[in-house]
T-cell receptor
Framework: DAGVTQSPTHLIKTRGQQVTLRCSPI?????VSWYQQVLGQGPQFIFQ???????GRGNFPDRFSARQFPNYSSELNVNALLLGDSALYLC??????????????FGPGTRLTVL | KNEVEQSPQNLTAQEGEFITINCSYS?????LHWLQQHPGGGIVSLFM???GKKKHGRLIATINIQEKHSSLHITASHPRDSAVYIC??????????FGQGTRLTINP
């Protein structure tokens, strides 16, 4: 079975632009989470979605938004990009409902560079 | 102070050595993940535990809920174990809070 997939792999944008990152969970997984990992640091939680509903949100500005589709894939959108948004964006899926602590399976990430 | 602290931040050892990475947390948790991240970014879950001890091959993870501390041990370390090891704790069921990672280098 395929693991979590993310696209694109790499992306270069300029300040002020908007970006959309995509994630496909493992087949059968209905919960998707997004994380931001700045170089040299651990990941930071951005969002968790289950059955198209937001179940959790980290401490990120409203420029960050996400949604989940009926096939459980997800998109992360970032508007008005800042230099500080340059990071590896990780998606993770999990088999549970998001109300239990289960193992998360991570995708390879999208590396975003903002110039 | 970070909610999840790992030590050491960097660790270099010779092949065959016994490795210990420590994780301390300051918040109430429901479970703890140990994760491995290789260059290029891919993250793999090694263990998830909420009590006691788990073993998988040469890897052993322990957790002491009362002391808010977990350790990851690697026996008979090998150069292919070189990676960043990250401790992450579940706050509730939605949010994972990560440590800053421990960069492990095993020299042949």
């Amino acid at each position: 079975d395929a693991g979590v997939t993310q696209s694109p792999t790499h992306l270069i944008k300029t300040r002020g632009q908007q970006v959309t990152l995509r994630c496909s969970p493992i087949s059968g997984h209905k919960s998707v989470s997004w994380y931001q990992q700045v170089l040299g640091q651990g990941p930071q939680f951005i969002f968790q979605y289950y059955e198209k509903e937001e179940r959790g949100r980290g401490n990120f500005p409203d420029r960050f938004s996400a949604r989940q589709f009926p096939n459980y894939s997800s998109e992360l959108n970032v508007n008005a990009l800042l230099l500080g948004d340059s990071a590896l964006y990780l998606c993770a899926s999990r088999p549970g409902t998001g109300y239990s602590t289960d193992t998360q399976y991570f995708g390879p990430g999208t590396r975003l560079t903002v110039l | 102070k970070n909610e999840v602290e790992q030590s050491p931040q960097n660790l270099t050892a010779q092949e065959g050595e016994f490795i210990t990475i420590n994780c301390s947390y300051s918040v109430g948790i429901s479970a703890l993940h140990w994760l491995q991240q290789h260059p290029g970014g891919g993250i793999v879950s090694l263990f998830m535990l909420s009590s006691g001890k788990k073993k998988h091959g040469r890897l052993i993870a322990t957790i002491n809920i009362q002391e808010k501390h977990s350790s990851l041990h690697i026996t008979a370390s090998h150069p292919r174990d070189s990676a960043v090891y990250i401790c992450a704790v579940y706050q509730g069921a939605q949010k994972l809070v990560f440590g800053q990672g421990t960069r492990l280098t095993i020299n042949p």
